[in-house]
């Protein structure tokens, strides 16, 4: 019984060339046998069905006859016998396909083989001042690591290391996948020695020859100055280990806590002074708290706004070795909720005088 092959691509039979493409690359690109979910037998079936649509003689004869009697392979071919790749190429057949999934697997798409362990993510509180002088912390983390023992090699300490069996000592082997350009031999890393080409003569007793290890280990973070809430430390290489790979990352998610008196921006810190209305227009000095507990004085000049902001230098976040932001000091005047009769006496003879 013939094929339908219109409704193996799901078209119609008055279906266009270019409806016919897009509905062969869609189909070709599902059913792949390279990817997740793909179905060989779908895919040569796929193949079949634009093979003949794709190519008017053929598809004349098709409709006619029911059958295809061009070339040799009679009745459409099968798997890619019948597929002309030039012309599915010259009609940008291949533009919605991602290259590095089909041929990945049989070229090594250009991607690093050696497998990654996974990376780890924590959070971490700090205080405002920690914030922005920075500070070493060290975490208690459960995780699978390097092992203690062997280092990571897999070899009882004091043995020696020969030469692997399965690979000969090359570190990979080749594998025979097929594909529709037919058999590939493909190089793929020795699962033996993990790529090393050495197997030890005697196992690691911990770690029974992987090289790793599920134990606790304490990690030294770096909290550098300045950084900010919510902002994230990377630790490369302080993520989990994996045997004959490199480890992940630790990713290192900072919270900072709120200062009832200093908020920060930038490299600046800002605080609110309060200040007394006299205080204000006759001008005096007043100590306040700084950041790095060191209290400093300040003159209040005479006449000043209310919402002015005097500058602090060199008591802000650390930019440098000898360098730092400044402090900025906003001024908010103190009005008296309730004024007795000397003082409300002598605000009226201010108000005389035109102040």
Do not use: W
């Not at 008017?56 to 006619?64: G, I, L, M, N, S």
């Not at 708290?289 to 209290?295: A, I, K, N, R």
């Not at 004085?297 to 802000?316: C, D, W």
Request: aromatic share 8%; glycine share 14%.
């Amino acid at each position: 019984m013939s094929k339908d092959y219109y409704s193996i691509l799901g078209v119609d039979k008055k279906a266009s060339k270019d409806d016919i493409k897009k509905a062969f690359r869609k189909l070709a690109h599902k059913y792949h046998p390279d990817k997740g979910g793909g179905d060989p037998a779908k895919f040569n079936e796929v193949n079949e069905a634009y093979s003949i649509l794709s190519d008017d003689k053929k598809r004349a004869e098709y409709d006619t006859y029911g059958r295809t009697f061009s070339g040799a392979g009679g009745q459409g071919g099968s798997g890619f016998e019948g597929f002309d790749f030039s012309q599915f190429a010259r009609e940008g057949g291949f533009q919605d396909f991602d290259l590095g999934d089909i041929f990945g697997d049989f070229f090594g798409g250009g991607r690093d083989r050696t497998p990654r362990g996974r990376d780890i993510s924590i959070d971490l509180e700090l205080s405002f001042k920690e914030s922005v002088f920075g500070v070493n912390r060290t975490v208690l983390l459960n995780k699978t690591s390097e092992c203690a023992t062997c280092h990571g090699s897999g070899a009882e300490p004091g043995t020696d290391m020969e030469t692997c069996t399965v690979c000969n000592g090359k570190g990979s082997v080749k594998e025979v996948r097929q594909s529709f350009f037919g058999s590939l031999a493909v190089e793929q890393r020795c699962s033996q020695c993990k790529g090393t080409g050495k197997v030890p003569k005697e196992k690691c007793h911990t770690c029974k020859g992987i090289g790793i290890e599920k134990k606790q280990e304490e990690i030294s973070i770096d909290i550098p100055a300045g950084v900010e809430n919510g902002e994230m430390v990377r630790l490369s290489g302080a993520g989990e280990a994996v045997s004959g790979g490199k480890p992940g990352d630790l990713y290192v998610k900072l919270h900072v806590a709120k200062d009832h008196t200093f908020t920060k921006q930038g490299t600046d810190i800002f605080m609110s002074l309060n200040v007394k209305l006299s205080d204000a227009l006759l001008g005096t000095d007043y100590t306040i708290p700084t950041v790095d507990e060191q209290p400093v004085t300040i003159k209040i000049p005479q006449g000043v706004s209310h919402g002015e902001i005097l500058r602090v230098k060199g008591k802000g976040v650390p930019t440098g070795k000898n360098n730092r932001g400044d402090m900025m000091v906003k001024v908010k005047i103190e009005l008296p909720q309730k004024l007795s009769k000397k003082a409300k006496g002598l605000i009226e003879e201010l108000r005389e005088e035109g102040i």
